[in-house]
């Protein structure tokens, strides 16, 4: 059964700052890799999806990698601020049509 | 519509109630999710549905989690003698079904259900 990780669960940076988020998943054979976010009581909203057969997505301040093989995918955000702060989720669908998601990196940008 | 749609938005029941929460995805979607989030707490997958069919089932909680979808379109996940341990978030999501990789999923607001 498909596995995702994400790490790491909490992250807190000052304005400003690039930072990385994480997503590890363990069987390579899947359809994309769809990366959310999460505002308090709030449903997810899409933020990229990569296809299998892609290495990057780009979205204004958003860029996220996907390495198949290895089983990894980054969602870089350039240029923090405070509104990105939410909750961030990434989940890969797989070839029976499912849908897996990680628990997700809680992110805090503060002004 | 526009988006996913969820009813009722929020519902306090108390326990040992049946409980209906109901799904409108985007139209022409055939795949149809739900999950359920408690507190502080990853997506729980419960129920997936291509058409009106459920080929994966498989993370209903118990018997007393029902769901069934019909006319391909509006689905209902009931919950029977609710117990405190339901109240969570319950998020339905519907996507586009074909033989290609890409299509996103979208998702609804949730229904906030609180057992007491």
């Known amino acids: 059964k498909q596995e995702v990780t994400q790490i790491p669960a909490a992250l807190s940076v000052p304005e400003g700052e690039n930072l990385v988020l994480n997503c590890s998943f363990t069987d390579s054979a899947i359809y994309n890799l769809q990366w959310f976010r999460q505002d308090p009581g709030k449903g997810l909203t899409s933020l990229l999806l990569i296809q299998s057969s892609q290495r990057e997505q780009t979205s204004g301040r958003l860029n996220a990698s996907l390495d198949k093989s290895s089983g990894r995918s980054t969602l870089y955000i350039a240029a923090s601020q405070p509104g990105d702060s939410a909750t961030y989720l990434c989940a890969v669908r797989s070839l029976g049509n499912q849908f897996y998601f990680g628990t997700g990196t809680s992110l805090t940008v503060i002004p | 519509g526009a988006g996913v749609s969820q009813s009722p938005s929020n519902k306090v029941t108390e326990k040992g109630k049946d409980v209906e929460l109901r799904c409108d995805p985007i139209s022409g979607h055939t795949a149809l999710y739900w999950y359920r989030q408690s507190l502080g707490q990853g997506l729980e997958f419960l129920i997936y549905f291509q058409g009106n069919s459920a080929p994966d089932k498989s993370g209903l909680p118990s018997d007393r989690f029902s769901a069934e979808r019909t006319g391909g379109s509006v689905s209902t996940l009931t919950i029977q003698r609710t117990q405190q341990e339901d109240s969570a978030v319950y998020l339905c999501?519907?996507?586009?079904?074909?033989?290609?990789?890409?299509?996103?999923?979208?998702f609804g607001e949730g229904s906030w259900l609180t057992v007491v």
């Open positions: 999501a519907s996507s586009l079904f074909t033989l290609a990789s890409g299509n996103t999923i979208y």
